[in-house]
């Protein structure tokens, strides 16, 4: 980190320390009138991390892991309940209302399904000047400018080939650079993609994952939330895996995948398929289901399922730290390491 | 002989704005007893309409034209009628979403059982029984036959839904995405389940997905389908290794691999209308070798070496050696 932070010579742009966000468990007509206790699902349960601009971190993990809460927590999308989010230098974890405005200007999201995220009512012009109308920006000739600016930025170029169409006379693929276009007119910091390609085709993603790569080169920071370690591996520079509302491990992406320290990202690792039909894997499958954040398990969350767990384990709550055959930046959360 | 062959498969729709949509434009297959096959492409190819023909289920506003041999028997040569007594009995299919399609007010186990009554190859006792020996296959314990749909989680209900399509003991199970929109950890188990399955009961497996890698994991042969038609079938192995049509080599190349460290490229454009006549290659828009005569010679599926087709003009081509 301390590396990191010299060579950008600031603060970083997102820094979370100990997050925890949770949810209260509908306890039922019975339960409200039974006056059970209520209960929570700590859906993020202490996540520390930090993003640098011109980075891109992908977040992984399977549903329920708190990836998407985490994103929404740090968006003020949804209160968190503890630790704290700096974001630029300033703390942003209690702000009211009204600055949250001026925020999320500088911090936007793009949501995994295209046909959802935009109005079908909607003119491409209007997705994307309305924005900046909201904020009260520019003149009529300078909202044109920077929604025509967006589009050739997306790829979508030239550009008034795209304004004046609506969302059904575009491909899934042209409309999430749609959506990533009416993210970019506010000229935001920060982009949280929330598994942005899962929804499109195999041979539109790369086009996708591309203008994400090259946003990031252009100094934004990216946060990227998704279940696919491939795309993550290929993508992003660094990995975040998250397993029951924690982060299990985190480093350079090429040392995740290759040099994996964590036992739930060893296992992670085995299933995902290979292109190559001669690289047959030897799957190490997990038994069980995606576990239940509401019945977290004492001591390490992940012993129940782990193939290496031994009886300290059960007690123990491991914290982040680098393991001893792991590179600088490279950490995980397993006393076996 | 194939157990299922397919020749000459086309099936259109009509479209509510008149006009037909040309959905599956000739295709061909071989399956043998006992084989895991992939049927892979991206969305809007065919591939779903092509299964959906092979079980005589697809809706009125569909017309059906080519042979689908069951054991050497043309079950589409009279219509409903030749279909239905094998659809559940030989062809059996877990449809794309089918963990969401179960009735909701209705116990898993009778679900199970339904089209093993509908053919009468159990009733009452006898089927409670043979749905509890079918769930504990799929790794449910057989008292959970009495729960309700919403008891289950996702990778239960795909399992029981599995259990469904094979209550009949079907030879061919063609699975459609039955993976997708599972946790990459329960697509594993999924997957491993449909492949202790095909060895157990000899089932011959299609495995329908856009997922490459899923295939070359768990299928010997894959067709890849285009616009409506096979543009290359063969060995998983022979598709990644050498394809011989530009669109498997770059739908691979399009793939992001764990381990990859070459450029991952998208396929610019899009795949043409099927409302209108294909003129030419179907894929020549997009494709990076394209000449002259694929211009307007539409290319056949013509085999381009061992147990592997291809249809490109590329293949008349004599090759430079590569370096």
Redesign the interface.
């Known amino acids: 980190m301390t590396d990191a932070t010299a060579a950008n010579g600031g603060p970083p742009l997102l820094e979370v320390e100990g997050l925890v966000t949770r949810y209260p468990v509908p306890r039922g007509l019975v339960g409200a009138a039974a006056r059970r206790p209520q209960r929570w699902v700590q859906a993020v349960a202490g996540v520390s991390f930090r993003l640098r601009r011109g980075e891109m971190l992908a977040l992984v993990g399977?549903?329920g892991c708190g990836k998407t809460t985490t994103a929404q927590s740090v968006l003020r999308l949804v209160d968190s309940d503890a630790g704290s989010i700096r974001f630029d230098g300033a703390d942003i974890t209690a702000l009211g209302s009204g600055d949250l405005r001026g925020l999320r200007r500088r911090m936007q999201i793009i949501y995994q399904d295209p046909y959802e995220s935009l109005d079908p009512r909607f003119r491409v012009r209007r997705t994307l000047e309305e924005p900046l109308e909201v904020h009260g920006i520019g003149s009529r000739a300078e909202r044109r400018r920077e929604a025509e600016e967006a589009l050739r930025l997306t790829g979508l170029d030239p550009p008034e080939l795209f304004l004046d169409r609506y969302p059904h006379e575009l491909?899934g693929?042209q409309r999430q650079r749609v959506a990533i276009a009416a993210s970019l007119v506010l000229h935001p910091d920060l982009l949280i993609a929330d598994e942005p390609v899962s929804m499109l085709?195999?041979?539109?993603?790369?086009?996708?994952?591309?203008i994400l790569d090259d946003l990031r080169s252009r100094g934004l920071g990216i946060l990227m939330i998704t279940?696919?370690?491939?795309?993550a591996?290929?993508?992003a520079d660094r990995i975040a895996v998250m397993y029951l509302g924690r982060i299990v491990e985190e480093g350079a992406a090429r040392d995740v995948?290759?040099n994996p320290q964590h036992p739930y990202t060893q296992?992670?690792?085995s299933?995902?398929?290979?292109?190559?039909?001669?690289q047959?894997?030897r799957?190490e499958?997990?038994?069980g289901?995606?576990p239940n954040p509401v019945d977290v398990p004492p001591g390490c969350r992940f012993h129940p399922r782990c193939p290496i767990a031994i009886p300290e384990c059960r007690d123990v709550d491991p914290e982040l730290r680098q393991p001893s055959d792991a590179r600088a930046g490279h950490l995980a959360a397993c006393i076996r390491t | 002989m194939s157990l299922l062959e397919v020749h000459d498969l086309h099936v259109w729709f009509d479209l509510a704005r008149g006009g037909e949509l040309h959905a599956v434009q000739g295709v061909d297959l071989g399956l043998d007893a006992g084989e895991r096959f992939g049927l892979v492409g991206?969305?809007g190819c065919g591939k779903t309409t092509t299964i959906l023909a092979l079980m005589g289920l697809l809706p009125p506003s569909a017309s059906v034209s080519g042979r689908v041999l069951l054991d050497g028997e043309n079950v589409l040569a009279r219509g409903e009628r030749s279909v239905a007594p094998h659809r559940w009995r030989d062809v059996a299919m877990v449809f794309q979403g089918a963990m969401n399609a179960f009735n909701p007010v209705k116990r898993v186990g009778e679900q199970i059982a339904e089209p093993m009554e509908l053919h009468g190859i159990a009733e009452g006792r006898d089927a409670r029984r043979q749905v509890g020996e079918l769930l504990e296959r799929v790794g449910i314990p057989a008292e959970r036959a009495q729960r309700f749909p919403h008891e289950f989680?996702g990778?239960?209900r795909q399992r029981a839904a599995i259990a469904m399509a094979l209550a009949c003991k079907p030879k061919v199970l063609l699975a459609d995405e039955p993976t997708t929109a599972l946790?990459?950890?329960?697509?594993?188990?999924i997957l491993?389940l449909l492949v202790a399955l095909a060895d157990d009961f000899g089932l011959t497996l299609v495995l329908v997905t856009?997922?490459?890698?899923?295939v070359?994991?768990v299928c010997e042969r894959a067709a890849v389908m285009y616009a409506g038609e096979i543009v290359e079938s063969g060995p998983?192995?022979a598709l990644?290794?050498s394809p011989r049509h530009p669109y498997t080599r770059?739908?691979?190349a399009?793939?992001?691999?764990?381990?990859?460290t070459e450029e991952?490229?998208?396929?610019?454009g899009?795949p043409p209308r099927l409302d209108r006549a294909i003129v030419g290659c179907p894929f020549r828009p997009r494709c990076d070798s394209a000449f002259g005569r694929c211009v307007d010679d539409r290319p056949a599926l013509k085999p381009v070496a061992a147990a592997q087709a291809a249809a490109c003009h590329l293949n008349d081509v004599p090759q430079e050696v590569p370096a």
């Open positions: 399977e549903s491909s693929g085709d195999v041979s539109v993603r790369a086009g996708i994952l591309e279940h696919d370690l491939s795309t591996a290929r993508f995948v290759t296992a992670l690792l299933v995902v398929p290979k292109r190559d039909p001669r047959r894997q799957p499958i997990l038994r289901e995606t | 991206e969305s989680s990778g239960m946790d990459v950890m329960v697509q594993a188990q491993e856009h997922d490459l890698p899923i070359a994991q998983t192995d990644f290794h770059l739908l691979f399009a793939t992001p691999d764990l381990y990859g991952v490229a998208s396929i610019p899009a």
